[in-house]
C-alpha cells in the first residue's frame, strides 16, 4: 500500500472520530470508536469499521442511525480534507473485538476442566 493512501486513512479516522463526537448529535449512535478505515484502489470509498463500547441497544439499530448521518458526516469531512472529492463512507460493524474475546472465554474454559 502507498504512504499516501495510508496517510490518507489515517486522517480520515482522525478527522471522523473528532466529526462523529463533535457534530453528530443522535443520541441512538451512542459511544462509538473507529477501529479502521480502508479505502478502495481509487479511494472513491471509505470502508469505516466501528465498534459500539456501550450495549444497551442493538449495534445493527446503531449502525443504522449511524448511516443515516452519513450524509452529514461526509460533508463535514470534506471540508476537512485536502482533497479534490471526498470518498463515499461506508460504515462496517467490526467484530474482531468480539471474536478476540469469545475466543479467550474458550481457552479459558479450557485450562479450567484441564484443571479438574
Known amino acids: 500500500m502507498s ?3 495510508e496517510r490518507l ?3 480520515i479516522l482522525r478527522h471522523l472520530t473528532m466529526i462523529i463526537r463533535d457534530d453528530v448529535k443522535d443520541s441512538n449512535i ?7 478505515v480502508l479505502l478502495n484502489n481509487d479511494s472513491s470509498i471509505a470502508r469505516v469499521f466501528v465498534t459500539f463500547l456501550d450495549k444497551y441497544q442493538k449495534d445493527e439499530y446503531r449502525l443504522a442511525a449511524l448511516d443515516k448521518a452519513k450524509g ?3 460533508s463535514k469531512l470534506a471540508k476537512k480534507l485536502k482533497i479534490k472529492k471526498c470518498p463515499e463512507l461506508v ?3 467490526d467484530k474482531s473485538l468480539q ?14 476442566e484441564e484443571e479438574k
Do not use: C, M, W
Open 3 to 5: 504512504l499516501k493512501k
Open 9 to 11: 486513512q489515517s486522517e
Open 99 to 112: 471474536n478476540a474475546n469469545r475466543i479467550d472465554e474458550i481457552i479459558n474454559q479450557l485450562k479450567i
Open 72 to 74: 452529514l458526516i461526509r
Open 91 to 93: 460504515f462496517v460493524l
Open 30 to 36: 451512542g459511544y462509538v470508536t473507529i477501529t479502521e
